[in-house]
């Protein structure tokens, strides 16, 4: 069975969708797209017709391009409300001449988690630590082994139901089944993920349109999360109250012409800008970059005072993710800010180079360990739709492996 999945991250801005096929660890991109966003609010639906419609464009530019329309995915849910707890469970073993199988795994975490979620709340992820089998602990995956009685010591996420229904309701109306739930911030932390991270203690920035989500990972498990209600649209802001222009070409501005930092901008680079139908106003990009970079470093050090409030262990690395990282010398003052152990995020996954694609991408990977851990073999897509997608390519003159496509509407 080739293992094709649908990833599916939506924000405040945009939608961003990536179909892709892992084959032996290796993570190829059949697909991609990010299209802009209506009815969304900080990660949380206001407007549902909206934001299904949104959804369907994301998802039929998925279909030009393979030639099929998802119909299952893992998608990023709200991390608004999030509550993360240790858990612990275990169970008998039907027999203890027989190794331990994904389905005893499967049945220790779904132990775990009875009487650990609040009426209020729905289950998001479970994330085990280490498991036991009999007396013999800090097991970290116990498959093949043989005992008695399997324990797990776990993680598990939940969010308020009424923050988790309507986002899903989106998928259902779209005609798209949910096949599994997970934060962004664990998909960020998958495609930033190392050898070297894996055993280490760390913080991921995502700075997202109305908010930066700041997240702790101890040795790949999220522990600790918090959201601060700012983001790249105060960038916009800024640009729009200054220089007098609308917000459409505030953000063109941001997307188009200006760096992060003055020492990558050029004091005769300028631009003209249509204020109105008699006038002209022209920018300079040294000088709007100055503004930026104020922002930019604002949002930056509060970041960071997030990060000191979450935990006061010395952190051994800070991964920023976000479209907004792909300014030219974004990296520059990251690095000025939170110093030589911080970087942005650097994906090198053909089809998905820009940073807004972590979280879609990332949540794949999980997915996939998800499904390894326990054993199972899965597919978002069934042997037609396989099939179909490899004929499309067959007959198209595109490589399946497409760079992604980004959304034009935002500069209509």
Do not use: C, W
């Not at 089998?133 to 009685?149: A, F, H, L, Q, S």
């Not at 101890?218 to 640009?239: A, P, Q």
């Not at 008699?278 to 005072?305: D, W």
């Amino acid at each position: 069975m080739r293992k094709i999945y649908t990833g599916i991250d939506i924000g405040t801005d945009s939608i961003k969708v990536v179909v892709s096929e892992i084959d032996n660890n290796n993570f190829y991109v059949l697909a991609s797209t990010s299209k802009s966003s209506s009815g969304i609010r900080r990660g949380l639906v206001v407007d549902e017709t909206e934001a299904v419609a949104s959804l369907n464009r994301a998802l039929d530019d998925i279909e030009k391009q393979i030639g099929v329309r998802p119909d299952k995915a893992i998608v990023t849910v709200p991390s608004n409300g999030r509550k993360l707890k240790i858990v612990s469970g275990g169970t008998k073993l039907k027999d203890e001449n027989v190794p331990i199988t994904g389905r005893d795994i499967n049945n220790v975490l779904e132990n775990s988690i009875i009487g650990n979620v609040d009426s209020s709340d729905e289950l998001v992820t479970i994330t085990p630590i280490v498991f036991n089998v009999d007396n013999i602990e800090n097991i970290i995956n116990p498959r093949g082994k043989n005992g008695k009685t399997l324990g797990v010591k776990a993680v598990i996420g939940t969010v308020p139901k009424k923050y988790l229904y309507p986002h899903l309701n989106i998928f259902k109306e779209a005609g798209v089944e949910v096949v599994d739930i997970a934060f962004g911030s664990i998909g960020d932390y998958y495609i930033g993920a190392s050898k070297e991270k894996d055993k280490a203690l760390g913080a991921i920035i995502n700075i997202g349109e109305e908010t930066i989500n700041v997240s702790i990972f101890n040795k790949k498990i999220l522990i600790k999360n918090e959201i601060i209600k700012l983001g790249s649209k105060n960038v916009d802001n800024d640009i729009v109250y200054i220089y007098g222009l609308d917000y459409s070409q505030a953000h063109y501005l941001k997307e188009n012409f200006v760096t992060a930092s003055t020492s990558y901008s050029d004091v005769n680079e300028t631009i003209d800008v249509e204020i109105s139908d008699n006038e002209t106003k022209v920018i300079n990009q040294e000088e709007i970059t100055k503004v930026v970079e104020s922002r930019i470093v604002e949002l930056l050090k509060l970041a960071k005072n997030q990060i000191n409030n979450l935990t006061n262990r010395k952190i051994s690395y800070i991964i920023v993710t976000g479209g907004i990282t792909e300014l030219t010398g974004f990296n520059a003052v990251v690095e000025n800010t939170l110093g030589i152990n911080a970087s942005i995020l650097n994906s090198n996954i053909m089809g998905i180079r820009n940073n807004k694609f972590s979280s879609a991408a990332g949540i794949i990977k999980y997915f996939n360990d998800k499904m390894m851990l326990i054993d199972k073999t899965y597919s978002m897509f069934d042997k037609n739709q396989v099939d179909t997608i490899m004929r499309f390519n067959n007959d198209t003159e595109f490589p399946l492996e497409q760079e992604n496509t980004v959304d034009d509407e935002q500069f209509n």
